[in-house]
């Protein structure tokens, strides 16, 4: 299967955001939701069809232009299945935030069952000036089952540079994704990485960081945080959660657990409020 979807949201001149592009093919189905928020809009990605499965070539594209706030949710977990005998499934998304621009992408997990092979895509380029809050969540298997194979390329640049990149493998054909280095003995990942703000901006507007520990505390792994907030064993049983700086400006929050469960209560207080201003 091969389908699209594109969204573009610009300012309608009087203090909100208009949606000049909403269209998508099964199974990216976009649909708009809820009320305005601050001017902004709410858009949910719908599966329209089971999958990924082997196979599937699937985009994305979002554009924010200037003025525009765009939070994009889903309605479920994305199911990436094994399918018929085929090349590995594909899901690349693109966005662009322009200067003044806001996106929020906080899609539900992405669940790689037992024997899919799927690659993500992640290409986001933010003008300076834009402000961004993108998370990624992971879960390896559904319940009682191992993970299938997945590959995660994420690439997020700021005012022309790159801010973030990241690339995951787990999976069978993952050499030593469970140990020490990658998830151990974790099953479900969460990243959430923001542009266009900076850690201490974001902790003075009074975020949640109560799951983080303070500088210099030492992680559940034994790793030590160079970042000005630190990294530590959760206080959400089965869950290790980091929160560092990054050069954009920009900031970078991960949690590894047991479960889906313990990766969310660590990373949704991050995710509760709308990202501040850009700097």
């Known amino acids: 299967m091969k389908a699209e979807a594109r969204v573009v949201a610009e300012t309608d001149g009087i203090g909100g955001t208009r949606l000049v592009v909403l269209r998508g093919q099964s199974p990216l189905l976009l649909r708009r939701t809820g009320p305005r928020r601050s001017g902004g809009v709410t858009v949910h990605v719908v599966g329209g069809a ?14 924010v232009g200037p003025g525009a706030s765009l939070e994009l949710l889903s309605v479920a977990a994305q199911l990436a ?3 018929r005998p085929a090349p590995a499934s594909r899901l690349t998304i693109t966005a662009t935030v322009a200067a003044g621009g806001t996106l929020r992408w906080l899609p539900e997990p992405l669940i790689a069952a037992s024997g899919c092979d799927h690659i993500a895509i992640t290409r986001v380029a933010v003008e300076a000036g834009g402000s961004l809050l993108w998370r990624d969540d992971l879960v390896g298997g559904r319940h009682g089952e191992g993970s299938g194979d997945f590959v995660a390329d994420t690439l997020i640049s700021y005012a022309g540079k790159a801010l973030y990149r990241h690339e995951l493998a787990v999976g069978p ?20 990485v923001a542009a266009g703000t900076d850690l201490a901006a974001f902790t003075a507007a009074g975020r949640d960081l109560a799951t983080f520990a303070t500088t210099g505390t030492t992680g559940g792994s034994g790793s030590r945080a160079g970042s000005s907030i630190g990294a530590r064993g959760s206080r959400v049983t089965g869950a290790h959660a980091a929160i560092m700086p990054l050069a954009g400006p920009g900031w970078l929050a991960t949690a590894v657990g047991a479960d889906i469960r313990t990766v969310r209560a660590a990373l949704d207080p991050l995710c509760l409020h709308p990202a501040p201003l850009p700097v």
């Open 173 to 192: 054909r993952a050499s030593g994704w469970d140990g020490p280095a990658v998830l151990g003995e974790g099953r479900a990942t969460g990243t959430v």
């Open 81 to 83: 299945l094994p399918g």
């Open 50 to 63: 089971a999958g990924p499965l082997r196979g599937d070539e699937l985009r994305l594209d979002i554009e």
